[in-house]
């Protein structure tokens, strides 16, 4: 039931009675003042011939016009009954008046009549005929005064009986107003029913739509073609064989380098670590070889994507972009490189390695939501989007999803591809002027050895004061966590792309270019030559230590002799001395002796001396050659053991190229010319 139309027409009959009451006596007022005023004027005229408008007796204007007509919006029940009393009063005023005027007057007129009564007897007649007149207006007026006294008793009667309908009409409108409100409460209240119901409803409709979404998005992972490559090998197989060679890298080729050369420094083998695993991750995304990887790292919102975009678009507004949102939308790291194609092109990376296409509506519907609704972690390592853009000729940028202190998934996700980028640029929103805890803690954990630009994101909206201030405060930051910053950008919207694009210019990449494995047979041979010149070196010396030591043995053996030849002839002297020739008795007999021949004697006697003398030497040289074979023989025992030593580690090094090579080879054929020592082609 309408009751506002039911409550509007009981109040619209109401002022059409009110208004019709209105008319009727307003019509009969008016004539009532008109007849009054008429005889009023006659009355006056019959007394006073002179009289004027302007005499006191003359009938005001507003009283021969009547009253101002009363506006509608004051035309209530009250206002009509004080209105008309108003009225009556005034007319009662009026006839006293006129009651007054016209005995002040016969009691002139008899005052003259007396006075003149002889000379102007001719004219009493025409005073009283005048007289009578206006008695006779008198008494018409108060009849009208009588008339309208009963008229206004009528409308008394008639105004009570409007006031008991209208407070009947009153009563009812209040019956119907509190029903109205108590209509409008439960009006309202079904008003916010209906909302509830209708935000639950848009709610489960959103939920509909992200789910619809995420089984789209699942299915679109599911069924996606491979990229058709020619040659292309099966990413599964590719992924295992990489990392088996990442694998016998770490474990074989640096355990083998570390024996054969022991005296090599800690960093060189934490440089092969890093450069082997950066060779197997670029091995399995082609996208990022022989580019300068940049990552944009940073906390959500802080305006990363819309950063790339710029680079991307060249600030042209019909290029395809990545979605941009408030919400974390960068939830899996995106990969951006070059296209030789005209049109966009989305593929991700399955948990497989595997490069796959999907749709770039799909890709543009992906948001962090999907991410909650789906384990998309299971299904996508990373998404790379390639444009025909030249800016990315030489590099390719890394997106990234934001830092969150509660959201640790996020942040192995991010670490876990940063360390492939040759530079990082942090954003940092500056309406938020900081860098928190967090990620001064994942800057010092996992990129104290990278170069480092600090983004000073949506600064249009700071005055140049405020700028330094930021950029003071993020240094102080900096400082105090000991991370160092190669070096601070300012950026907005409205600010110049070549504010970034200048320094991107001036970043050098870590790699090279360079191919650890090929790298690591050059390190394999310049190691086994080393060995083989080493092993050269010992056989030489070896040589020369048999040398000495022959040597050694021959003067050993030459001393043998000569002191048999030398102690035979010093005794064959001593025969001699103490033969009878030589030697003979005394006279008188007993031990004493006499020489025969004494020169002879002294000559063998001083000969004797000699041979002693040269015994003497030669046993000196046989001991100096004797130390000298025991301390060559413990050199060339020395050497041969270092030899043997030697000879196993080339042999070592030899068999660990041959099974590198052949790990290699069987992966990719490019390598078997640097197995052989050839170099490329």
Request: net charge negative.
């Given at each position: 039931m309408d009751y506002d139309l039911i409550i509007g027409g009981i109040i619209s009959a109401a002022i059409i009675i009110l208004v019709v009451f209105y008319i009727i006596w307003r019509r009969k007022t008016s004539l009532a003042k008109k007849t009054t005023a008429k005889g009023t004027a006659s009355v006056a005229e019959a007394t006073d011939p002179n009289l004027t408008e302007e005499s006191p007796l003359a009938v005001p204007e507003g009283e021969r016009e009547g009253a101002k007509e009363p506006s509608i919006s004051e035309e209530s029940n009250e206002g009509k009954d004080a209105l008309l009393r108003a009225e009556l009063a005034e007319k009662d005023k009026a006839i006293g008046r006129l009651q007054r005027e016209l005995a002040e007057k016969s009691q002139a007129l008899e005052s003259s009549m007396v006075a003149q009564a002889v000379t102007e007897d001719g004219n009493t007649d025409a005073l009283r005929t005048q007289l009578v007149e206006r008695e006779e207006a008198l008494k018409k007026i108060r009849k009208e005064k009588e008339d309208i006294e009963d008229e206004l008793d009528d409308k008394d009667g008639e105004l009570k009986s409007a006031k008991r309908k209208a407070e009947s009409l009153k009563n009812e409108c209040e019956e119907l107003r509190v029903e109205l409100?108590?209509?409008?409460?439960?009006?309202?209240?079904?008003?916010?029913?209906?909302?509830?119901?209708?935000?639950?409803?848009?709610?489960?409709?959103?939920?509909?739509?992200?789910?619809?979404?995420?089984?789209?998005?699942?299915?679109?992972?599911?069924?996606?073609?491979?990229?058709?490559?020619?040659?292309?090998?099966?990413?599964?197989?590719?992924?295992?064989?990489?990392?088996?060679?990442?694998?016998?890298?770490?474990?074989?080729?640096?355990?083998?380098?570390?024996?054969?050369?022991?005296?090599?420094?800690?960093?060189?083998?934490?440089?092969?670590?890093?450069?082997?695993?950066?060779?197997?991750?670029?091995?399995?995304?082609?996208?990022?070889?022989?580019?300068?990887?940049?990552?944009?790292?940073?906390?959500?919102?802080?305006?990363?994507?819309?950063?790339?975009?710029?680079?991307?678009?060249?600030?042209?507004?019909?290029?395809?972009?990545?979605?941009?949102?408030?919400?974390?939308?960068?939830?899996?790291?995106?990969?951006?490189?070059?296209?030789?194609?005209?049109?966009?092109?989305?593929?991700?990376?399955?948990?497989?390695?595997?490069?796959?296409?999907?749709?770039?509506?799909?890709?543009?519907?992906?948001?962090?939501?999907?991410?909650?609704?789906?384990?998309?972690?299971?299904?996508?390592?990373?998404?790379?989007?390639?444009?025909?853009?030249?800016?990315?000729?030489?590099?390719?940028?890394?997106?990234?999803?934001?830092?969150?202190?509660?959201?640790?998934?996020?942040?192995?996700?991010?670490?876990?591809?940063?360390?492939?980028?040759?530079?990082?640029?942090?954003?940092?929103?500056?309406?938020?002027?900081?860098?928190?805890?967090?990620?001064?803690?994942?800057?010092?954990?996992?990129?104290?050895?990278?170069?480092?630009?600090?983004?000073?994101?949506?600064?249009?909206?700071?005055?140049?004061?405020?700028?330094?201030?930021?950029?003071?405060?993020?240094?102080?930051?900096?400082?105090?966590?000991?991370?160092?910053?190669?070096?601070?950008?300012?950026?907005?919207?409205?600010?110049?792309?070549?504010?970034?694009?200048?320094?991107?210019?001036?970043?050098?990449?870590?790699?090279?270019?360079?191919?650890?494995?090929?790298?690591?047979?050059?390190?394999?041979?310049?190691?086994?030559?080393?060995?083989?010149?080493?092993a050269k070196e010992i056989r030489n010396a070896v040589r020369g230590y048999q040398k000495t030591i022959s040597d050694a043995e021959s003067t050993i053996d030459e001393c043998s002799r000569q002191e048999d030849k030398t102690i035979k002839a010093l005794i064959r002297k001593e025969e001699v001395m103490s033969s009878d020739d030589m030697v003979a008795t005394t006279f008188w007999g007993g031990e004493k002796k006499k020489i025969k021949d004494p020169d002879r004697f002294w000559e063998l006697f001083n000969g004797l001396f000699d041979d002693i003398g040269e015994l003497r030497e030669m046993y000196l040289k046989y001991a100096d050659a004797s130390t000298t074979r025991m301390d060559y023989l413990h050199e060339k025992d020395t050497a041969d053991a270092q030899l043997a030593d030697t000879k196993r580690q080339q042999k070592t090094l030899e068999k660990l190229k041959t099974d590198f090579a052949r790990m290699v080879t069987d992966y990719d054929k490019k390598y078997a010319n640097f197995a052989q020592g050839k170099g490329s082609n």
């Open positions: 409100r108590d209509t409008q409460d439960g009006y309202a209240a079904q008003t916010r029913e209906l909302d509830e119901f209708r935000r639950k409803t848009e709610s489960m409709a959103d939920d509909l739509k992200t789910k619809t979404q995420s089984i789209n998005f699942t299915n679109e992972i599911l069924n996606a073609r491979s990229v058709d490559e020619s040659g292309k090998r099966d990413a599964q197989d590719i992924s295992k064989k990489v990392w088996e060679i990442a694998a016998f890298v770490e474990d074989r080729v640096c355990e083998d380098l570390r024996n054969s050369a022991p005296a090599t420094e800690k960093e060189f083998f934490d440089d092969v670590h890093e450069a082997i695993i950066r060779w197997a991750v670029f091995e399995q995304k082609t996208w990022l070889k022989g580019k300068k990887v940049l990552a944009f790292v940073g906390e959500f919102s802080a305006g990363k994507t819309s950063i790339v975009n710029r680079i991307l678009t060249q600030d042209k507004e019909d290029d395809f972009r990545l979605p941009v949102n408030s919400a974390p939308t960068t939830a899996i790291a995106t990969y951006i490189c070059h296209s030789v194609r005209k049109d966009a092109e989305v593929q991700f990376t399955d948990m497989d390695g595997e490069l796959k296409i999907i749709s770039r509506e799909i890709f543009k519907n992906f948001s962090k939501l999907t991410l909650e609704n789906v384990n998309v972690a299971k299904l996508v390592r990373h998404f790379v989007v390639k444009y025909a853009n030249e800016n990315l000729k030489k590099i390719s940028i890394l997106d990234t999803p934001g830092f969150s202190s509660n959201d640790r998934e996020d942040e192995r996700r991010t670490v876990e591809v940063i360390r492939e980028a040759d530079a990082l640029f942090w954003v940092v929103d500056a309406h938020t002027g900081t860098i928190n805890d967090s990620s001064l803690r994942i800057m010092r954990e996992h990129m104290d050895d990278m170069p480092l630009y600090v983004v000073i994101n949506k600064v249009d909206g700071k005055s140049p004061k405020e700028r330094v201030e930021i950029r003071k405060k993020i240094e102080e930051t900096m400082r105090k966590g000991n991370i160092p910053i190669k070096g601070f950008i300012e950026f907005s919207k409205s600010e110049p792309l070549e504010n970034i694009m200048s320094v991107v210019a001036g970043i050098e990449p870590r790699n090279e270019d360079s191919d650890i494995i090929e790298s690591l047979f050059g390190i394999i041979d310049e190691q086994i030559k080393s060995h083989a010149d080493r």
